[in-house]
């Protein structure tokens, strides 16, 4: 699913949320993600319905790229939504 500190993991879940500290943050809050204060440069990893306990949620620094993709051999579909400019 991700990439973080040059390592790669692999996760299931229904959806996850990508919010910034003064975008979406009632969504992710709702979802059990922080709370952060708009003036902090950071992007928040919030899954929703993960498959395993220890995807939880995540505040990274704002310049982190991060890379999500399904499978190949997903066994679905993947919807993406943007809320903002």
Same mark, same amino acid.
Request: hydrophobic share 40%.
């Given at each position: 699913?991700?990439?973080?500190?040059?390592?790669?993991?692999? @996760?299931?879940?229904?959806?996850?949320?990508?919010?910034?500290? @003064?975008?979406? @943050?009632?969504?992710?809050?709702?979802?059990?993600?922080?709370?952060?204060?708009?003036?902090?440069?950071?992007? !928040?990893? @919030?899954?929703?319905?993960?498959?395993?306990?220890?995807?939880?949620?995540?505040? !990274?620094?704002?310049?982190?790229? !991060?890379?999500?993709?399904?499978?190949?051999?997903?066994?679905?579909?993947?919807?993406?939504?943007?809320?903002?400019?």
């Amino acid at each position: 699913f991700g990439f973080w500190n040059n390592q790669l993991y692999n @996760t299931m879940l229904y959806s996850c949320q990508f919010p910034s500290p @003064t975008g979406s @943050t009632a969504y992710s809050m709702a979802a059990g993600g922080s709370v952060v204060h708009p003036a902090v440069p950071a992007i !928040l990893v @919030t899954p929703i319905c993960p498959h395993v306990l220890s995807f939880r949620p995540m505040v !990274l620094p704002d310049h982190v790229v !991060l890379r999500c993709y399904v499978p190949d051999d997903a066994r679905s579909d993947a919807c993406v939504a943007f809320d903002g400019k």
